[in-house]
């Protein structure tokens, strides 16, 4: 009997619930994001939140229930992220999880959401555990992690990299906003960059014999560079139109270059070091079209890149990596609580 796990997720600003069968094929997957609400502030309002969760959720249950025609009855299992997140958004995913499972009397699963980012791989046409299979180098870049994650097997992981201030996604966020672009700002960057002359080169933080990484001493580079052009904290009169979009632009594409040089060298230089087989990439600053190009372009080794919707938020990797906790028979009892800063390795 194939086994549906019904996947919510609501760490930050994404509302999601998907429907996945044997930890691999997606019957229904379902995200409404609250992009816009926030980007009048240029970052996500943790009150605002909560409270759209809280008017998203149950219609867009409805909607992953009945796009896979389905009803909540013949769902095995509910899987649901408890952290790491925002506390009053991670609340409202988890309480509608226990609801659920608790009237079917079918298994909670607390799924951990970067655990959850790794699992998206498990969602696409290559199988991570046969082909390359384990060991595996694991990159999670989202708006609040960057993490190199060395993943031996199915729930066991250690992490040997991360950063020690900025996400790689929240520095694309902030760039953003240093060159008046719109929120989330990692799409935005990387859309403006295109078709850049590469003529401006941004720091690296190498971070000399370590895996970690800094992003702040960067984003003040670009902050800096962005004072002298005259563009902040507001474009200079003299500036036209034209010559704005040509700086932007560029500088966009430093700031870029210079996240996507040290990520993917990073990452390469891990996989080398442990050994692995395979290379797996997850969370929204994956979606980066450019460091997906340079990743697999510099890695000897397979990479299992998700499709973008896959590496931004989503329901159906938390069902996904649900479905593995609960092929170990882990169980989770009712009186699970959210951990926003539950840690992965
Ligand atoms: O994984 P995610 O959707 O949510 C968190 O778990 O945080 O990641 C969101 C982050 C944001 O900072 C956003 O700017 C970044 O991922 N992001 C990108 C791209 N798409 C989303 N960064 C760079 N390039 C992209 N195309
Ligand atoms: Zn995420």
Not at 26 to 32: E, G, H, K, M, Y
């Amino acid at each position: 009997m194939p086994l549906r796990i019904l996947g919510i997720e609501t760490s930050c600003d994404e509302t999601a619930a998907a429907v996945v069968e044997d930890g691999r094929r997606t019957l229904s997957s379902v995200i409404s994001s609250q992009a816009e609400l926030h980007s009048a502030h240029g970052g996500v309002v943790p009150e605002v939140a909560s409270r759209q969760h809280v008017r998203d959720l149950v219609p867009i249950l409805d909607h992953a229930m009945s796009t896979c025609g389905m009803s909540l009855e013949e769902v095995d299992a509910v899987a649901v992220t408890y952290g790491p997140g925002l506390a009053g958004s991670l609340i409202t995913g988890l309480n509608a999880a226990k609801a659920i499972a608790y009237s079917l009397g079918v298994p909670l699963i607390g799924v951990n959401h970067l655990e959850g980012h790794i699992y998206a791989s498990w969602l696409t046409q290559t199988n991570p555990e046969e082909d390359p299979g384990f060991p595996l180098a694991c990159l999670v870049a989202s708006g609040g992690h960057t993490d190199l994650l060395l993943m031996e097997g199915h729930g066991n992981y250690k992490l040997v990299g991360q950063t020690r201030d900025d996400a790689a996604g929240e520095a694309f966020d902030k760039a953003a906003r240093i060159l008046g672009l719109g929120f989330p700002g990692g799409p935005e960057i990387q859309r403006v960059s295109e078709g850049s002359t590469g003529e401006v080169r941004l720091p690296r933080a190498w971070m000399k014999d370590t895996l970690d990484f800094s992003f702040s001493g960067l984003k003040t580079a670009l902050l800096h560079l962005a004072q002298d052009r005259d563009i902040y904290p507001s474009p200079s009169p003299e500036i036209d139109e034209e010559q704005l979009a040509a700086l932007v632009r560029e500088l966009a594409a430093g700031f870029q270059e210079s996240v996507v040089d040290v990520v993917s060298a990073k990452l390469v230089e891990m996989a080398a070091k442990y050994r692995v087989k395979g290379l797996v990439l997850g969370g929204g600053v994956t979606a980066n079209a450019r460091l997906r190009e340079e990743i697999t372009r510099r890695s000897p080794l397979p990479v299992i890149v998700p499709p973008p919707v896959l590496c931004t938020d989503n329901g159906a990797m938390i069902a996904a990596c649900g479905y593995f906790q609960f092929q170990r028979g882990e169980e989770w009892p009712m009186e699970l609580d959210i951990n926003p800063g539950l840690p992965l390795g």
